[in-house]
């Protein structure tokens, strides 16, 4: 049962609530930092072309991620994107194009959070298409021009970003005591091994038509693209820090512990404060109790309060209305 | 034998409250051809996607002898062959190989048995060479074709098709029609195209605004010019 | 092309309508960072926060009972929070014997399950006002008021265009995957075909999405070039905010300051 949420067929968006402010917080300022540098390469890889394609391409992920196929049960697979993303247009507009698929869900459908936007992009945009870039670049660089290398590529592209965006989000959450780390990452894990070998044959499927019908889009030359070297690297160092970071934090949980409690700024100020000033939380009630209880009914009075005066309002413009037609 | 397609005071509203369907029946016999015309939003599409249980109205619609419910919906889709507007939609695969085989696969027919009937469905559309072809790069009239041998593969005892013509070029369309004027099965055909549908089709059942205005022989329809004005058509 | 019902916007003329898009932005983001900081156990503030929403919903003139509704649907996530009412240290509150295992639930435990539980619920109601009253247009705009780079708001501008009409394809595409997914009358055939297969079905259907949004995007292209685009994103200057919209910008950001203030005394 406790596996439950991991098997949710989108459990990679974060809502808000689920991190800490200082998780949540370095991964924006991490994410905005990767988004300014694509915005630069992408300005010199696609030029004057790049607003269509990537707009549309976005779009066409985000409705792509709605395609699903039956596994058993009831359940069903669905695509992400980011390794196709990363395949098709190369890794920079593939991280522009995931913050837009990512960002339009958490702002207009809530799926994710806005203040978990920054480490939902970091996941699936960042170092989903990172490690995508890195694994398919390598095995493109021994496959040479034959055709195995952009299918083997392509699975093994999407399973690593599959799973890698899924150990992020658990040792996210790790981080923030908001699940246990020896319980979140072998389950996220565990099921996002699987998950990811749907994503991989998904994209299989794509790229053995796009190779049919548009063999150029798929060609070697195209992926290497400026300061790819460098994200190369960066996705190599990922999933080796993944690689051992997770295992090591699942068996040794305290370990995690420890560094989370180092960011819980709030909280630890919070036991001392209660007891060296109880009687400020509200002048004169020393009692937290009492707090609450007043809390309440102060909320429910404001409330209540506007809720009466817009419907107060609501009529006054209604009889208005009325005198106006008559 | 049963009828073809039985429908009983059909409605349907689309989720966002637009009614698209007003209380339609339409009966059709086996082997009968009948087109389905009227304007843009008539609800022509509409009403074809209820025959696969694709939508789900309030009415009864009983289609190759089998009520259109839940547990029957695989059989339906067996029986019933749909063909969309636009070819691209049902062409997802590499090659026109794997679309055609697409449903005779789904079905769980023995390898061998799909090859057989992908070869007879494409010798059937006139398509034969086009085999191992892309179907991305095809001609919008070759696309209609495959469209359409990706349901005769599935064997089926009706055909139904949505606008057909549309967008083909006079070569393409008269090639698509002589291939509709011998393929011997039901068939129920919404189409613009009145030239297509005097030629034929012996029946017409004229749609407006969610209702069925009109419905018998396509000569006589043909020649009342008040009804086919008031509908927004025009006599060919 | 009639998706358009998955937009959840809906037009209005409430005082939460009427506030400039930027305000209702920052304002927005700052209610969930102070949901955020809100110490684990600071029912009060909780509580105010929660009556704050309400009275915003209210105002927002959508319905409380639609927010909340809508609300719920975000709900599931909270179960991955559910193993720390087992795992905090602290009080033990009830014992569980499952089979040969004792798990222990916790005060601390459930203290903070609920807390985030709480602060997620609050925090998506939020964010569902925002979507339901404002246009995307309008947070395109204030998008551009928070510094984000032109491009990327011009390239959030084109997919929303696009997004319909591509998800109106993505679902006809489903259909006439669904209308050929027939089960045939031999009792000795099983229906469905092998996972493998299905996998790869579904992937030529996006394939054949990316395929033809891209050719989409050279004709979206060379209409744009015919207009007059040379590469260069422009956009008009921002309008001024009324003095309406400093007022409640201020006035509600020195509340939460109180409020997480007050949190910090808890
Ligand atoms: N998905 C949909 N959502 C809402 N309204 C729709 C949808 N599809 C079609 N409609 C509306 O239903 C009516 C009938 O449409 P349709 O069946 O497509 O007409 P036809 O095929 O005769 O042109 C039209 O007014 C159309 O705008
Ligand atoms: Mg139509």
Not at chain 2, 108 to 135: C, F, H, I, T, W
Not at chain 3, 19 to 32: E, F, Q, S
Not at chain 3, 69 to 95: C, E, K, Q, S, W
Request: charged share 15%.
């Amino acid at each position: 049962m406790l596996l439950a949420p991991f098997l949710s067929p989108q459990p990679m968006h974060i809502p808000d609530g689920f991190l800490s402010p200082l998780v949540s917080i370095i991964l924006w300022v991490f994410s905005i930092l990767v988004i300014a540098y694509s915005l630069k390469r992408v300005n010199e890889d696609l030029g004057e072309r790049q607003v269509p394609l990537m707009g549309v391409l976005a779009a066409a992920i985000f409705a792509g991620q709605m395609l699903n196929f039956t596994v058993a049960g009831g359940t069903s697979g669905h695509l992400m994107g980011a390794a196709i993303a990363t395949i098709l247009l190369g890794p920079w507009a593939a991280i522009l194009m995931m913050t837009t698929v990512v960002g339009v869900q958490a702002l207009i459908f809530q799926d994710g959070g806005l203040l978990a936007l920054g480490a939902n992009i970091f996941n699936m945009g960042v170092i989903g298409v990172a490690t995508s870039y890195f694994v398919y670049r390598s095995i493109r660089r021994i496959a040479g021009e034959k055709s195995w290398g952009v299918f083997l590529g392509g699975f093994l592209a999407a399973w690593i970003s599959i799973v890698v965006a899924a150990l992020a989000v658990a040792l996210q959450l790790a981080l923030s005591r908001t699940s246990p780390a020896n319980i979140a990452i072998p389950a996220m894990a565990g099921i996002h091994a699987l998950i990811g070998v749907g994503e991989g044959l998904i994209t299989i499927g794509a790229l053995a038509l796009i190779y049919a019908a548009r063999p150029d889009l798929l060609r070697s030359s195209k992926q290497g693209v400026t300061g790819g070297n460098a994200l190369w690297v960066g996705g190599l160092a990922i999933a080796l820090a993944l690689a051992i970071a997770s295992p090591l934090a699942s068996s040794h949980p305290d370990g995690l512990e420890w560094v989370a409690e180092q960011q819980g700024f709030l909280n630890t100020a919070r036991g001392p404060l209660y007891q060296i000033i109880p009687d400020y939380v509200f002048p004169g009630i020393s009692n937290q109790v009492a707090a609450t209880i007043l809390a309440g009914v102060f909320g429910t009075l404001i409330v209540f309060g506007v809720a009466l005066a817009v419907a107060y309002s609501r009529r006054k413009r209604r009889l208005g209305e009325v005198r106006q037609t008559q | 034998m049963h009828h073809s397609i039985e429908i009983e005071q059909l409605y349907y509203s689309y989720p966002d409250g637009h009614q698209a369907l007003r209380g339609v029946s339409l009966h059709v016999e086996p082997c009968e051809k009948v087109a389905l015309v009227g304007p843009n939003g008539a609800g022509k599409s509409t009403l074809i996607l209820h025959l696969n249980g694709i939508l789900n109205g309030r009415g009864q619609v009983r289609v190759a002898g089998l009520p259109v419910v839940k547990e029957n919906l695989g059989k339906i889709r067996a029986r019933v062959g749909m063909v969309f507007q636009n070819p691209d939609d049902q062409l997802f695969s590499p090659t026109v190989y794997d679309d055609v085989a697409f449903g005779p696969i789904y079905q769980g027919l023995p390898q061998e048995e799909v090859r057989q009937r992908v070869e007879k469905a494409l010798a059937v559309v006139n398509m034969s060479d086009y085999l191992q072809r892309v179907s991305h790069h095809l001609s919008v009239g070759e696309k209609k074709r495959i469209a359409i041998a990706t349901v005769l593969s599935m064997d089926p005892e009706i055909l139904i098709l949505d606008e057909p013509t549309a967008g083909l070029d006079p070569r393409a369309r008269r090639s698509l029609m002589k291939l509709l004027e011998n393929l011997d099965i039901t068939m129920l055909v919404s189409s613009h195209d009145m030239l297509m549908v005097r030629e034929l089709f012996p029946r017409m059942v004229i749609m407006d605004d969610g209702c069925i205005v009109a419905d018998g022989p396509t000569q006589e329809l043909m020649a009342d010019e008040a009804l086919l004005n008031a509908h927004g058509l025009e006599k060919p | 092309m009639h998706v358009h019902f998955l937009d959840p916007y809906r037009p209005g003329s409430s005082p939460i309508h009427q506030l400039d898009a930027r305000v209702k932005l920052i304002l927005t983001l700052a209610y969930i960072l102070t949901a955020a900081l809100t110490p684990i156990g600071a029912w009060p503030v909780y509580i105010l926060l929660l009556a704050w929403a309400v009275t915003i919903e209210i105002l927002s003139e959508l319905g409380v009972g639609f927010v909340l509704r809508r609300a719920a649907l975000a709900l599931p996530f909270v179960l991955a929070a559910l193993p720390v009412i087992f795992t905090a240290p602290g009080a033990a509150l009830i014992h569980l014997p499952i089979g040969p295992w004792m798990l222990t639930i916790t005060l601390p435990g459930v203290e903070r399950f609920i807390s985030i539980a709480l602060k997620s619920w609050i925090s998506v109601q939020m964010a569902i006002v925002l979507a339901a009253t404002t246009s995307f247009p309008d947070l395109l705009t204030a998008m551009r008021a928070i510094k984000v780079p032109r491009l990327l708001v011009a390239i959030f501008g084109l997919m929303w265009r696009y997004l319909f009409v591509l998800v109106d394809e993505a679902l006809r595409l489903m259909r006439a995957r669904l209308s050929r997914s027939g089960e045939s009358d031999r009792p000795d055939l099983k229906a469905g075909g092998a996972l493998i297969w299905r996998a790869k079905v579904a992937g030529g259907m996006a394939g054949s999405l990316f395929l033809r949004a891209i050719e989409r995007s050279d004709r979206i292209y060379m209409a744009m070039v015919a207009r007059g685009y040379d590469g260069e994103v422009r956009a008009a200057p921002l309008p001024r905010l009324s003095r309406r919209d400093w007022l409640t910008l201020w006035l509600c950001l020195g509340l939460l300051l109180a409020l997480l203030t007050s949190a910090a005394l808890f």
